[in-house]
Structures are given as structure tokens and as C-alpha cells.
């Protein structure tokens, strides 16, 4: 069974910058395409990064480009997505997840078959 674990949140100012982190194990993280989806109150959960199982290609939704990086350690059995120039819109519970086999990037949460409890990020003005 697959366990995900997402750190790094928390309260950041407008133009900061965060970096969330997600622990992988239970299996071989190398099998395993991965996305960082974020959640608003009472919003849809939101694609906004994604990951193949060897790192290329990746995949951001039209609002975080040139501010968020989607990465991953096959050695750590970590997904990274680093934040930088944060604004409020940020603001939301993020979470990763994985799917096995994923060679392209899925944009759709039911494409995924696995998820974390999710790490909250608060940007504000």
C-alpha cells in the first residue's frame, strides 16, 4: 500500500516563497507518475503540478508557470514543488499524488490512485 505524506506548509507573505515536500513508500517510487493538487474552501480540488515517473515531462496549470517546480528524488522517494512569488490565490490545502505507471502527466484527481492528507499553505497580504 502506497503512503503519502506532504510537509512544508504553512503561513507565508505575499511574494514568499515555500517548499512543500511528499514522502513516498510502500512501493517503488521510480513506477510512479506524480501531481501536487491544491484545494480552496469550497473549491474543487485543482491540478496544479505534474511529474512522470522519471521527471520529464512535467506539467503546470496556466497560473503557477514560472513560479512553481514540480521535481522528484527517485533516490529519496520525495516529490518536491517549489513556490516562489506567492499571492493569496495560493492559498489552499495542497496535496500530492501518485499513479502507478503514469508515463505523461494527468491533469484529472481521478486519473490518481493515491493520496496524502494534504499540507495547508496560507499566503497573505
Known amino acids: 500500500q502506497v503512503e503519502l505524506v506532504e510537509s512544508g506548509g504553512g503561513l507565508v507573505q505575499v511574494g514568499g516563497s515555500l517548499r512543500l515536500s511528499c514522502a513516498f513508500s510502500g512501493r517503488s517510487f521510480n513506477n510512479y507518475g506524480m501531481g501536487w493538487f491544491r484545494q480552496a474552501p469550497g473549491k474543487e480540488r485543482m491540478f496544479v503540478a505534474g511529474?512522470?515517473?522519471?521527471?520529464?515531462?512535467?506539467r503546470y496549470t496556466d497560473s503557477v508557470k514560472g513560479r512553481f517546480t514540480i521535481s522528484r528524488d527517485n533516490a529519496k522517494n520525495t516529490l518536491y514543488l517549489q513556490m516562489n512569488s506567492l499571492k493569496p490565490d495560493d492559498t489552499a490545502v495542497y496535496y500530492c499524488?501518485?499513479?502507478?505507471?503514469?508515463?505523461?502527466?494527468?491533469?484529472?484527481?481521478?486519473?490518481?490512485?493515491?493520496w496524502g492528507q494534504g499540507t495547508q499553505v496560507t499566503v497573505s497580504s
Open positions: 499524488a501518485a499513479k502507478l505507471a503514469l508515463a505523461s502527466v494527468a491533469v484529472s484527481p481521478r486519473t490518481y490512485d493515491y
Open positions: 511529474i512522470n515517473w522519471i521527471g520529464d515531462p512535467t
